[in-house]
């Protein structure tokens, strides 16, 4: 195709020249020189812009040479439609990645981007398609790393609805529960927002000195609520209604466990809605510490407890 274009541009000017009133001594002269010293660059077969202009070159010749004076476009590129030099700035804006350093894809979905960093989010009622989602991500996070912890954050109303009706069964918080014994990491539990019923139980049931709380997130803890019966037979009603006083049971042991009280203790404040906000929950023994910006430098200013013994003249005294 090179060999093509150069003797067919070649031959043009051979000819042009040739017609013109110069001496014949200088026409053969000027004509060689210009057949056979003209610089052509290697043409690269895949290159569209050479491809369309060797052909234009074998079947039109006269476009390539017989061109305007004052033509306002760029050499040769008249000879497409529609030339384009340069990507709309929308057309360069799409195609900008997400991360200079990842393949050019759409971006993932946030839970995603939230499991690279070994975070799981509960931000909904506890319903089977939650559960599933939440079991899965920490026994994917314990196959990716048995040694590293998982930051469990926990913003969910439980079973149940801000309203009180009832939105899941309480195996769905018994199942991530279950699923955060089983795991050999260390858990980190957050709250934002609101632990409500068995969404504080997943909340103390984090790693002891783990359990963390915003300065005005909520939890609550209260009995389980007996589904909608509907047209139930009276039977039937009584055995869901001795099914709901085991969830309760269970759930009042596995409570007292979690934040060092009796299960007395336990099942009287849960006889009603029982409110905590963090500095009572912590009482309670459901967290461990609130969170609150500025709280790392001022823990450490503080002076350890062997200065404020001897600032206080009080020394101790070996053990025997």
């Keep these: 195709m090179a060999h093509c274009l150069r003797m067919l541009m070649a031959s043009n000017l051979c000819c042009s020249s040739s017609s013109s009133p110069a001496p014949s001594h200088k026409r053969r ?14 043409l690269n077969p895949k290159d569209p812009f050479l491809s369309k202009l060797a052909s234009v070159a074998a079947s039109s010749p006269d476009t390539l040479f017989n061109r305007p004076k004052d033509s306002d476009k760029p050499p040769f590129l008249d000879i497409f439609d529609s030339p384009t030099l340069m990507a709309t700035p929308a057309q360069v804006e799409r195609s900008v990645s997400y991360n200079e350093h990842r ?3 759409p971006p993932p979905d946030l839970p995603s981007l939230l499991l690279h960093g070994r975070i799981v989010y509960i931000g909904m009622p506890l319903v089977p398609a939650v559960t599933e989602l939440v079991v899965a991500e920490l026994m994917y996070l314990q196959w990716m790393d048995p040694k590293e912890p998982i930051y469990l954050y926990i913003n969910s109303t439980g079973t149940t609805r801000d309203d009180g009706e009832t939105v899941g069964m309480e195996t769905e918080g018994f199942a991530i529960y279950d699923a955060m014994m089983q795991l050999k990491n260390e858990i980190h539990t957050v709250a934002v927002g609101a632990a409500i019923g068995h969404a504080c139980l997943l909340l103390s049931a984090g790693t002891k ?11 609550m803890i209260q009995q389980p609520r007996v589904p909608s019966s509907g047209l139930m037979p009276s039977s039937d009603v009584l055995i869901r209604a001795k099914e709901v006083i085991i969830n309760r049971d269970t759930l009042v042991k ?5 934040t060092g009280n009796s299960e007395e203790t336990v099942a009287n404040v849960m006889r009603r809605p029982f409110y905590m906000d963090s500095t009572r929950a912590k009482e309670f023994g459901v967290i461990d510490k609130i969170l609150w910006r500025g709280q790392e430098k001022i823990m450490a200013d503080a002076a350890p407890p062997e200065d404020w013994d001897k600032n206080a003249g009080i020394r101790a005294l070996d053990a025997v």
């Design 29 to 42: 002269s000027f004509g060689t020189v210009n057949c056979t010293m003209i610089p052509m660059p290697p």
């Design 103 to 105: 393949p050019r894809r």
């Design 209 to 219: 000195g783990n359990r963390f709380m915003m300065p005005h997130a909520k939890a």
């Design 254 to 258: 596995l409570l007292a466990k979690h």
